[in-house]
């Protein structure tokens, strides 16, 4: 189980780091603490299945919207999205993932349809 000391992990993308609090490498399963810096964050991609977030501080926004501090958003199996940190403090997101994500590349997705909120 994570703590204070567990640390966190600058991902491949710049300004995101991850911390796992609890990850299961068979079924892709993780829950985890999510910083992005403002302005910065996760290219486009598509939850392989649901998605649970729920935003701890600052706010991100992505085709559906703006998601700010005390916002709980369910990214349902097979939606696309590219999350963006809104200018101001870190966002720092809690999530609990099942099935991991595909990146889609450099494009905003399209024709997907909206997590619900």
Excluded at 2 to 31: N, V, Y
Aim: glycine share 12%; proline share 9%; hydrophobic share 30%.
């Amino acid at each position: 189980m994570a703590d204070e000391s567990t640390p966190w992990k600058q991902t491949k993308h710049p300004g995101i780091a991850i911390k796992f609090l609890r990850e299961d490498p068979e079924t892709g399963d993780a829950t985890v603490l999510i910083r992005m810096a403002p302005g910065k964050g996760y290219p486009p991609h598509r939850h392989n299945g649901v998605e649970e977030i729920y935003v701890v501080q600052g706010g991100y926004t992505d085709r559906w919207g703006e998601h700010r501090e005390g916002d709980y958003v369910c990214n349902e199996a097979g939606s696309a999205h590219r999350p963006i940190a809104l200018p101001g403090d870190d966002c720092i997101l809690f999530a609990i993932a099942r099935e991991g994500i595909t990146i889609l590349g450099d494009e905003p997705p399209e024709n997907e349809e909206p997590a619900a909120s």
